[in-house]
């Protein structure tokens, strides 16, 4: 390949990043929040951090956190109940903004989305300007700061947006990658969660230049399927292109208890009203799968999961609730207290009418 070929092929990927965002936007609707620590999410001693602002990250209060240990790090922490309809709106808003600038917009959650600004809409020169511009129009229009990664690939933009938080960004300019990633700890990189990091650092793998060093045969001889994505990955490389409008996989939801559920009465009680909230979801947008699974965490934190899979999709409400209270029974309950019930559908994409009033027809069948 010619240097101008190569030049050519060099993709201009943004990640943009939202500043805290949840928090964010209760401290931007609230000027009495402003300046001190917040998280979104309960209070409760079951509650759980769905996000916390900068000024209560500083004492270690982190997303996922448990609502007690946030507050044992930070007694000042303040609690607000998130608000997902306006979180949403939000969102929205944002991404109106990315689609005057580029068609290839692959949003990863409400307040994060890779953009290939190759060729945008506005012919500014450079993913640098780009970004910049981007981010200072959400400032303007949303009162919201925003972060961004600017590089080749989607995997170094995510990286890069990391590096100038909050409202900064960062580039990682072609040919930097492997450089880069050499001094990482393989915790920093994303996909890499704390279970693998444990079993790469038992490896002797602690950063990227560590796992550059390991051989393909033997990364998956470890690692299975994956070991092949850390290959690549150490090497600053990923083909993955920027999808718009990407499929979700599949739609749950789950819920922490504030007492524990003890009999089966409760526990089916508590299954039928996730099953709405999913089956909701799944009316809503026209999305129905083939496989539900149950999460149950114990309340000594024990956690197992439950998969049924079907060559039809399941049709309905009624449907749902029944596979999922099949597959908690597979479940020791009563024997210890549950603190958490969890109910997912996945094994889309989208069902045809034919196979959805297929599946009806069976389950009348069924019940008759």
Not at 162 to 182: E, L, M, S
Not at 230 to 248: L, M
């Amino acid at each position: 390949m010619s240097d101008s070929a190569r030049k050519a092929a060099i993709r201009k990927i943004l990640h943009i990043d939202m500043d805290a965002f949840f928090a964010s936007v209760e401290q931007r609707d609230n000027p009495e929040l402003r300046g001190k620590p917040v998280a979104v999410g309960h209070g409760a001693a079951r509650g759980v951090v769905a996000a916390a602002s900068y000024e209560a990250r500083v004492f270690g209060v982190r997303s996922a956190m448990p609502s007690t240990t946030a507050l044992r790090k930070c007694p000042d922490l303040i609690f607000i109940k998130p608000r997902f309809d306006t979180y949403r709106a939000i969102s929205k808003e944002i991404r109106e903004i990315f689609t005057e600038y580029t068609p290839l917009i692959e949003p990863a959650s409400l307040d994060e989305a890779y953009l290939d600004v190759t060729e945008n809409r506005r012919a500014i020169p450079t993913a640098t300007e780009t970004a910049r511009e981007i981010r200072q129009r959400i400032s303007d229009e949303t009162g919201l700061t925003a972060s961004a990664g600017i590089s080749y690939n989607k995997f170094l933009a995510k990286l890069a947006s990391g590096q100038r938080k909050p409202n900064g960004q960062f580039v990682i300019r072609p040919g930097a990658g492997q450089a880069f990633i050499a001094s990482l700890p393989v915790g920093k990189f994303h996909g890499v969660g704390p279970a693998t990091t444990r079993k790469m650092n038992g490896l002797g793998i602690f950063t990227g230049a560590d796992l550059v060093a390991m051989a393909l045969d033997d990364l998956t001889r470890h690692f299975g399927k994956a070991g092949r994505w850390y290959y690549t990955i150490a090497r600053g490389e990923d083909d993955r292109r920027v999808t718009p409008d990407r499929i979700r996989k599949s739609s749950g939801t789950e819920r922490t208890y504030a007492e524990d559920l003890m009999d089966l009465a409760a526990v089916d009680e508590a299954l039928l009203k996730l099953a709405e909230k999913v089956w909701e979801w799944c009316e809503k947008n026209t999305a129905f799968g083939r496989t539900v699974t149950v999460k149950v965490k114990y309340a000594d934190f024990e956690q197992i999961t439950r998969s049924h899979s079907q060559p039809q999709v399941v049709s309905s409400r009624d449907a749902l609730y029944e596979i999922s209270r099949m597959l908690v029974r597979r479940a020791p309950v009563g024997e210890k207290g549950i603190r958490l019930l969890g109910v997912t559908v996945s094994g889309f994409p989208l069902a045809t009418e034919a196979e959805m009033e297929s599946q009806r027809q069976f389950d009348l069948l069924a019940e008759s």
